[in-house]
């Protein structure tokens, strides 16, 4: 894809995300999401602890049902329009993949470097689909941090760090605000 500096550059200009809700088929086939992981994993970690896991979900209804214990475990007079506008994120778009954050036993290093290092794999896997041609987004929301999703994910101390969803923007990508430099960067002394 990139055959010289500039169209880096430029690829690295045109990341962003897009809505999960507007993604469209195509996603990623097998090949492809196996190579985008790949890339994914070559992220800096402090100690090869490898601090982090993917879960592919394959089956979109099985997930959604998750979801759906879920939500009415917390929310027991939950309407069923509720329920549904809970668990739509669980179709949502061609390829969804969530990462986990697996910290590591280790004298050596801290839990912060191994969930920093988590959160690159996070860029890294954006930035993978994006090389392949999709659109991505990672979104906690609530799920994320719902016990009876995490015990049904999650082994151990592992957490999700967050659903990946990729696929092809349905709809044309919005720019966010992104702060200048100037405003973020400061000289030390
Ligand atoms: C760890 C993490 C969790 C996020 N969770 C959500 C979320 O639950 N809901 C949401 O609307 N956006 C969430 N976002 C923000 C979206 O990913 C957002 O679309 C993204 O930051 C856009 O930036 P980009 O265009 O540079 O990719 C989250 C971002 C991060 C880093």
Not at 59 to 78: C, G, S, V, W, Y
Not at 115 to 133: D, I, P, R, T
Request: aromatic residues 8%; hydrophobic residues 45%.
């Amino acid at each position: 894809m990139f055959n010289n500096l500039s169209s880096l550059n430029a690829y690295l200009a045109s990341r962003r995300s897009g809505k999960p809700r507007d993604m469209v088929a195509p996603g990623p086939d097998a090949a492809q999401l196996d190579a985008i992981l790949h890339l994914a994993l070559r992220t800096p970690d402090h100690g090869k602890l490898f601090p982090w896991r993917f879960v592919t979900v394959g089956d979109r209804d099985a997930f959604a049902a998750l979801l759906e214990k879920a939500f009415i475990a917390t929310n027991p007079d939950a309407r069923p329009a509720q329920i549904e506008a809970a668990i739509a994120s669980a179709r949502f778009a061609p390829t969804l993949v969530l990462l986990l954050y697996a910290p590591q036993e280790s004298a050596k290093i801290p839990l912060w470097e191994q969930q920093m290092s988590v959160g690159a794999v996070g860029m890294n896997l954006l930035h993978a689909a994006h090389a392949h041609g999709f659109v991505a987004s990672w979104i906690t929301g609530w799920a994320s941090y719902d016990p009876i999703v995490r015990e049904a994910i999650c082994h151990g101390d592992e957490q999700i760090a967050g659903l990946f969803y990729i696929g092809t923007a349905g709809q044309p990508l919005e720019e966010r605000p992104r702060p200048e430099p100037a405003e973020i960067v400061r000289n030390w002394p």
